[in-house]
């Protein structure tokens, strides 16, 4: 891969062109992708941060979307280092930089693919936080992966949108119950309760049970901490009516 990051680059120093400039920072890319993969994390870095560099310069040559979408696809990346030598903070930085060019492509493009990308960005950020029991960290990146999700639902309309829709605002719902709030906890885990039974697909029945199961669950437990049995017993019942239907 090495060899084949060595000859792009000499292609797109005789070329000069956006085709080669883009096959060299992907290959670049690639080439990190596998250091990481083999927990060569630092040598992974390395990589990244040439990428970084390298995908700077370019973009000040042919400033496009797809140039500038490698930018962010570096500080990405360098996130997903971090994250993996478990430097939460530095890597919320890299995560939240690559979001912010994101952030810039969708206002300009409004594509789903942009949005989509600017999504798993907030999710990821969101997960982590939670990992590490920073409950409001964790639900300010959730708040604004829900606002993004919401968006690509509206324009796609598709049944596996509004299944992670659901799943959002279930994670919501857990991130809320962890910081103490039933109240606002049940209201989230009731929208995706709300979202998950306008569903109906035969295609996704599997994801789409699952999800259920375990929001009824959810609501479940908040109705038993809330000391309604009659309702949480409920709830439970059908959970495990699903659960059944599922296994």
Do not use: P, W
């Given at each position: 891969?090495?060899?084949?990051?060595?000859?792009?680059?000499?292609?797109?120093?005789?070329?000069?062109?956006?085709?080669?400039?883009?096959?060299?920072?992907?290959?670049l890319l690639t080439l990190g992708d596998l250091?990481?993969?083999?927990?060569?994390?630092?040598?992974?870095e390395e990589i990244y941060d040439e990428m970084l560099s390298e995908s700077k310069d370019i973009h000040e040559i042919f400033n496009t979307e797809r140039?500038?979408?490698?930018?962010?696809?570096?500080?990405?990346?360098?996130?997903?280092?971090r994250k993996a030598l478990d430097d939460v903070e530095c890597a919320?930085?890299?995560?939240?930089?690559?979001?912010?060019?994101?952030?810039?492509?969708?206002?300009?493009?409004?594509?789903?693919?942009?949005?989509?990308?600017?999504?798993?960005?907030?999710?990821?950020?969101?997960?982590?936080?939670?990992?590490?029991?920073d409950y409001s960290a964790a639900e300010k990146h959730c708040l604004k992966h829900a606002e993004i999700a919401e968006a690509i639902e509206r324009q796609t309309g598709s049944i596996e949108d509004r299944i992670d829709l659901s799943i959002i605002f279930c994670n919501l719902g857990s991130i809320r119950r962890n910081r103490g709030d039933l109240e606002?906890?049940?209201?989230?885990?009731?929208?995706?309760?709300?979202?998950?039974?306008?569903?109906?697909?035969?295609?996704?029945?599997?994801?789409?049970?699952?999800?259920r199961s375990i929001v009824y669950k959810d609501v479940g437990d908040i109705r038993a901490k809330h000391n309604d049995l009659n309702n949480a017993e409920k709830y439970y019942l059908k959970a495990l009516e699903i659960r059944r239907d599922i296994e």
């Open positions: 891969q090495k060899k084949l990051v060595d000859s792009r680059k000499e292609t797109f120093a005789e070329k000069q062109d956006e085709g080669s400039a883009l096959g060299y920072l992907c290959d250091l990481l993969e083999l927990t060569q994390t630092d040598e992974a140039t500038h979408r490698c930018i962010s696809d570096a500080y990405c990346r360098l996130g997903d280092a919320e930085v890299y995560y939240l930089k690559a979001a912010r060019i994101l952030e810039i492509i969708a206002r300009k493009s409004n594509t789903v693919d942009s949005l989509r990308a600017l999504s798993d960005i907030y999710n990821v950020l969101s997960v982590m936080r939670y990992s590490n029991e606002e906890a049940n209201k989230y885990f009731l929208k995706a309760l709300e979202i998950s039974e306008s569903i109906y697909s035969a295609t996704y029945i599997d994801k789409i049970r699952r999800n």
